[in-house]
């Protein structure tokens, strides 16, 4: 299994961005996709995005398409989720997640989960 932490939640205001980090560690992270998900209070876990081991095939909900961003660095063990232009239907508790098997929109195929981080978008 892999390790994930994620960092860079907090509260920011409508219209505004943020960047999310995931650092994984204890197995070869471009071996995994890895996917973002949240989950806001009340409501069920929902994909938001995901990437494949080289990068070079993502995929977002429609919600998001535009807006987020996710990349990640091999060499740093590190997958990012930039956000921009947030609203308030964005808040929720964000996770990481990483998939062995390829990405996917299911949650149940990734194996691995971070901790999760809180975005709050005011009005």
């Known amino acids: 299994q892999v390790q994930l932490v994620e960092s860079g939640g907090g509260l920011v205001q409508a219209g505004g961005s943020l960047r999310l980090s995931c650092a994984a560690s204890g197995r070869t992270f471009s071996d995994y996709a890895m996917g973002w998900f949240r989950q806001a209070p009340g409501k069920d876990r929902e994909f938001v995005a995901a990437i494949n081991w080289s990068a070079r095939n993502t995929y977002y909900i429609d919600s998001v398409k535009g807006r987020f961003t996710i990349s990640r660095d091999n060499a740093k063990n590190t997958v990012y989720l930039q956000m921009n232009s947030l609203k308030p239907e964005d808040t929720a508790v964000y996770y990481c997640?990483?998939?062995?098997?390829?990405?996917?929109?299911?949650?149940?195929?990734?194996?691995?989960w971070g901790q999760g981080t809180q975005v709050t978008v005011s009005n």
């Open positions: 997640a990483a998939a062995s098997v390829g990405w996917s929109v299911v949650a149940g195929e990734y194996r691995s």
